[in-house]
């Protein structure tokens, strides 16, 4: 299977009253076909706007160079026109914060046949039945009373879950959710996962997941991607990410995973207006040397065949 998504040297940057926000800077990222790729890291490092950037979704503010290729085509030379036309039906984003997405003043039915309705052109009756056959399917108990209730009488997790059914109304061949898990409790947090994973096999879509959590994206993805700071500081399979990490944040990461101890990772994400020289994570490192407050480490290959930004990954 080929390349359904290919990011190079993306840069993101929003231009604001206090300075220009560099929120993704120079990123490559290739998504295979049918694969499950997960992008992980804290809030506020880039990941959701490099999401943004693909379904060019971004407000006015924003400028983004570089190219992204879908199928082979750079999105960044479509018209909105255009892209109009591949949102939803090609690339699907299931979006954050399941509260805010929904419009809170229609009912759950209705919201999927709408969706459905614009991208089959079906009959109203036809798309409440195929909306309700959505939610069974993605394991919402009651769909029928579901369909006819407003969003705010629902959980976290069958919002979430109604996202889901709604990004999918298009049958998209790449599907970006973004931090599908966050706010809820582990119960529905595995629930959310297992109903991904399955639709995710049941379409052969590609998957682009957009999460904080660590688990959950090894749990869901083949490939997984480590940002910091706008950048990509490591890249592998999920195997390799979870069990031999290399770069001390991802790292960090692991160590303050709730089986790990929850040991927390000193210090915050620096401002995007004001990046520290060198290495990004050199203020937060318990490893930097001098050379890390000059020296801006490159994407280094190790034995492994993964990538790490880290002049010293080979150190132990
Ligand atoms: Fe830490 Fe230096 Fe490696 Fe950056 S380059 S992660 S500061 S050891
Ligand atoms: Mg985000």
Redesign the pocket.
């Known amino acids: 299977m080929g390349c359904i998504l290919s990011i190079q040297d993306l840069k993101t940057s929003f231009y604001t009253r206090n300075g220009v926000v560099k929120a993704v800077e120079g990123v490559d990222l290739h998504l295979e076909e049918g694969k499950t790729f997960g992008l992980i890291g804290e809030t506020g490092c880039g990941k959701s706007v490099l999401g943004l950037s693909v379904m060019r979704l971004l407000p006015r503010n924003a400028r983004v160079e570089g190219k992204i290729f879908y199928r082979g085509q750079d999105l960044l030379q479509f018209s909105e026109g255009q892209m109009q036309r591949l949102r939803g039906k090609k690339i699907a984003l299931i979006p954050q914060n399941p509260g805010s997405s929904l419009n809170p003043v229609l009912k759950i039915g209705i919201q999927i046949a709408e969706a459905l309705q614009l991208h089959h052109r079906l009959p109203r009756e036809q798309a409440w039945a195929k909306g309700r056959e959505i939610l069974s399917w993605l394991k919402l108990p009651a769909p029928e009373n579901t369909m006819r209730v407003y969003p705010h009488q629902l959980s976290g997790g069958m919002k979430q879950r109604v996202l889901a059914a709604i990004g999918m109304t298009g049958a998209p061949d790449l599907l970006i959710a973004d931090e599908p898990t966050k706010g809820l409790d582990a119960v529905i947090r595995s629930q959310v996962v297992a109903v991904l994973s399955q639709m995710v096999s049941q379409t052969k879509a590609t998957l682009l997941v957009i999460t904080h959590d660590l688990k959950v994206a090894t749990r869901l993805c083949q490939q997984v991607a480590v940002m910091y700071a706008g950048e990509i500081?490591e890249l592998g399979t999920a195997e390799q990410i979870f069990n031999s990490p290399r770069?001390?944040?991802t790292r960090a990461l692991l160590a303050a995973q709730p089986v790990n101890g929850l040991k927390p990772l000193d210090g915050f994400s620096p401002s995007l207006i004001n990046l520290p020289p060198?290495?990004k994570?050199?203020p937060r490192?318990g490893?930097?040397?001098e050379?890390?407050r000059q020296e801006h480490?490159p994407l280094m290959e190790t034995i492994a065949g993964n990538l790490v930004?880290?002049?010293?990954?080979d150190q132990g």
């Open positions: 500081v770069h001390p944040y060198g290495c994570f050199h490192c490893y930097a040397r050379v890390c480490p930004r880290c002049m010293f990954f």
